[in-house]
């Protein structure tokens, strides 16, 4: 079993930044993909970044060029550095596990969830 933990989350204004860190326990997390998603209300869980066992990161387009996920498997901890953040950004950030290490774009790949950090940000 997997444990995910995040934080780092708050509130912030538009075109400010904050670090998302995701800390695991129960295994080692070098041979696992990691995700985050995101879910504003009434919304879809949605895509925002992964990062395969290789290192490998694909971010999705509405991100791409402002966020940025990164991994320190010495201390199983993945990071989310959010820059120049939008209202549309408002949302809980969820961290994810894919125990394939592949990393894909889709929910249904990643087998482990951390519980959410909510993100606001103001306009």
């Known amino acids: 079993q997997v444990q995910l933990v995040e934080s780092g989350g708050g509130l912030v204004q538009a075109g400010g930044s904050l670090r998302l860190s995701c800390a695991a326990s129960?295994?080692?997390?070098?041979?696992?993909?990691m995700g985050w998603f995101r879910q504003a209300p009434g919304k879809e869980r949605e895509f925002v970044a992964t990062i395969n066992r290789s290192g490998g990161t694909v971010h999705g387009a509405s991100v791409k060029g402002r966020f940025t996920i990164s991994r320190d498997n010495a201390k199983n901890t993945v990071y989310l550095q959010m820059n120049s953040l939008k209202p549309e950004d408002t949302a809980v950030y969820y961290c994810?596990?894919?125990?394939?290490?592949?990393?894909?774009?889709?929910?249904?790949?990643?087998?482990?969830w951390g519980q959410g950090t909510q993100v606001t940000v103001s306009s």
């Open positions: 129960g295994r080692t997390l070098s041979n696992y993909a």
């Open positions: 994810a596990a894919d125990p394939y290490g592949l990393g894909a774009l889709y929910v249904s790949a990643y087998d482990y």
